[in-house]
């Protein structure tokens, strides 16, 4: 790498006997590099209670990849992040600051310095995470980030990525707000970049500009929540106590399993900073990869919903069942999943997107009846419906897709809906089948 600094040319020019010397200065100002940040909506973690905003940006700050290129042009394949790698870029004091502090390279072409011109190229994603050996960790640690390129590499920074339903973040990747000149090279020439890309063969630039970085969404979202119909019968029966001994009375429905189908959904991917179409997320899998067809939320946690006891084994539970302790599906929504999903990928040079096609729910109604034999009936439903709302055949970086589950003693409705968080929003109504 070169180093930058301050020198002196001494020319002595020797006339006779007497002897004339003339001291040249030749002067360039080692200018730092400043890094700047715009994110026009929060970044959403998954799950009400991970959320990003602006403010927790600033606290977990971002990653920044540069390579530097002596000749220019950076090259996607054998160009290396010698510049920077994984540099932590952190918010204090008002500002975003990294260490340690990096300068403009000056080789800019004037003929005071020289002829090559050297180039700086820069990539960056949020949230930060630091690995432990070079280059991969555990999502139990990171939010289901499990590893960067290494910094022995050639070509393009990438991070690798899992959805995992217990440790979900929303990565997000850096690129140019926008088109044009992003500030006038110290030689004069512009320093042209793509609105929607990165930062690519920066010349060292007039003045102090920040290499500012506009963070995209790389994922595409998923929420499921569920509540019984607002009308319906025996719905002011459903999750309701006693009301004079704090016994459980009535109705309960608890969800035992839930699985949304579709197609080329990969559960891990490699997410490319160098992304080649604005504002896309440039997402890649193994050539061997298999895409699923499903994708199981995992609600078990969810304790004041779920209950997968074998029907002939359930008890009528007056204590555990009052509302207050374990309602079970009632007429206010609740949400049972909140999650990641990869919206398109390139494998074996085409590419594929994520589509979810149909919703498969299985729960029990359970009732109390002191006439029957063990004092309550349990009907267990097993039910799958189309999704075929417009949007959800070509999930797309950026949305949030949501799946409205109302559940009731006469039908299952599922209602879909994607909100976009830069873009559109989608919804729709699905009758499903009588319950037995």
């Known amino acids: ?9 001494v020319a002595a020019v020797v006339l006779s006997s007497c002897a004339k010397i003339e001291t040249v200065k030749v002067v360039s100002e080692n200018e730092a590099i400043n890094f700047g940040v715009y994110v026009p909506n929060s970044l959403t973690k998954a799950g009400s209670d991970n959320v990003l905003t602006n403010t927790e940006l600033r606290s977990t700050g971002f990653g920044v990849f540069a390579a530097y290129s002596p000749n220019g042009p950076y090259d996607s394949s054998s160009s290396k992040m010698d510049f920077m790698w994984n540099q932590p870029v952190e918010y204090s004091a008002s500002a975003w600051s990294y ?10 072409g004037t003929d005071a310095v020289s002829t090559p011109v050297d180039v700086l190229s820069f990539f960056a994603y949020a949230p930060f995470v ?12 990171t939010g289901g980030i499990t590893g960067i390129t290494a910094n022995t590499k050639e070509g393009d920074p990438k991070v690798s990525y899992v959805c995992d339903p217990a440790h ?12 044009g000149n992003w500030a006038t090279a110290a030689n004069g020439s512009p ?10 063969n920066l010349v060292k630039p007039q003045g102090t500009p920040k290499v500012k970085f506009l ?10 929540d569920v509540k019984t119909l607002e009308a319906g019968a025996g719905t002011s029966n459903i999750g309701v106590d006693n009301g004079t001994t704090g016994k459980a009375d009535g109705t309960r429905i608890f ?9 080329d959904i990969y559960n891990s991917g490699t997410l490319n900073l160098n992304n080649t179409t604005e504002n896309t997320p440039l997402w890649e899998v193994a050539n061997d990869a298999t895409a699923g067809t499903e994708f199981v ?6 304790t004041k919903l779920y209950n997968n006891t074998d029907p002939s084994t359930v008890t009528w539970d007056e204590d555990g069942w009052v509302s207050a302790t374990k309602p079970g599906v009632t007429s206010t929504a609740v949400e049972l999943y909140s999650g990641m999903a990869i919206p398109a990928v390139v494998k074996n040079s085409t590419s594929s997107s994520a589509a979810l096609t149909s919703v498969n729910i299985v729960y029990d109604v359970i009732t109390k009846d002191d006439r029957l034999e063990k004092g309550l009936s349990v009907i267990e439903n097993n039910i799958t419906k189309t999704i075929s709302t417009t949007g959800f055949d070509a999930l797309q970086a950026g949305y949030v897709y949501t799946l409205h589950l109302q559940l009731g003693m006469k039908t299952v409705d599922v209602d879909a809906d994607i909100t976009g968080w830069d873009e559109s929003t989608y919804e729709t109504d699905v009758d499903l089948p009588l319950n037995n």
Not at 255 to 263: M, Q, V
Request: hydrophobic share 40%; charged share 15%.
């Open 255 to 263: 969800i035992k399993s839930l699985t949304i189908n579709g197609t």
């Open 297 to 302: 939320v995992d609600i078990t946690s969810n």
């Open 168 to 179: 979900p973040v929303d990565l997000c990747w850096g690129v140019v707000e926008t088109d």
């Open 215 to 224: 963070f995209k969404h790389a994922l595409a979202k998923l929420v499921v």
């Open 1 to 9: 790498m070169k180093k930058i600094f301050t020198f002196a040319a």
């Open 99 to 108: 260490s340690p502090v990096k300068y403009w390279p000056n080789q800019t």
């Open 191 to 200: 320093n042209t970049v793509v609105a929607g890309k990165p930062y690519l």
């Open 130 to 141: 630091d690995p432990a050996n070079n280059g991969t960790f555990s999502p139990a640690e």
